[in-house]
Structure formats: C-alpha cells, structure tokens
C-alpha cells in the first residue's frame, strides 16, 4: 500500500523559508519519479516541482523557479522540497505526489497523494 506522508509546514514570514519532508513507504521508491503540488484555499491543485527517479532531471513550476529547491534521498525514501524567500502567496497545502506516467505539469499524472501539509505565508 502506497503511503506518503508529508511534514514540515507550519506558518512563516514573507521572506522566510520552509524545509517540506515526505516519506515514501509501501513502493521502491527510487523506480519512481515524484513531484510537489500545492492547494491554495479556493483554488484548484496546483503542481509545483518534479524530480525523476534518481534525481538528476529537476523541473519547476515558474512562480517558484529560483525560490524553491526539490531533492530525494532514495537510501531513506525521503523526498524534500526547500523553500526560499517565500510569499503570501505561498500560502496552501503542500503535497508530495507519486508519478505514474504523462506529461510531468499535469496533476493527472500523478497517482497518490499524501495527506498534506500547511504552509501559511503572514506577517
């Protein structure tokens, strides 16, 4: 059984940063790529950041480009998501999500989820 369990959020600063941690069980992990999305309140699934199996093709989504910092470590089935120099509108639940196949932006793509966690950008 496929389970992902993120952790790290919590609530920061304009300007701040955040380190996201996701733990993989339950799959090989290093067969797998995987991503970042996030959910804002009111708005749809969003993806953020895709990193393929063994961690040397990174991909970002423009509105983090240069801020944020995907990475993997495949010995401890870890997959991590640095954020820098974070905005308000940053604010949303972060997800790690596991690839299955397609275009790599595309939320479809992706066949599990965790169940999140809560990164809130405020002053």
């Known amino acids: 059984q496929v389970q992902l369990v993120e952790s790290g959020g919590g609530l920061v600063q304009p300007g701040g940063s955040l380190r996201l941690s996701c733990a993989a069980s339950g799959f090989i992990f290093s067969n797998y790529a995987m991503a970042w999305a996030r959910q804002a309140p009111g708005k749809p699934l969003e993806w953020v950041s895709f990193?393929?199996?063994?961690?040397?093709?990174?991909t970002y989504a423009d509105s983090v480009k240069g801020r944020f910092f995907i990475s993997r470590d495949n010995d401890k089935n870890t997959l991590t998501l640095q954020m820098n120099s974070l905005q308000r509108d940053d604010t949303a639940v972060y997800y790690c999500?596991?690839?299955?196949?397609?275009?790599?932006?595309?939320?479809?793509?992706?066949?599990?989820r965790g169940q999140g966690t809560q990164v809130t950008v405020s002053s």
């Open positions: 999500c596991k690839f299955k196949g397609g275009p790599i932006r595309d939320i479809g793509s992706y066949d599990a």
């Open positions: 990193i393929n199996a063994y961690g040397g093709s990174l």
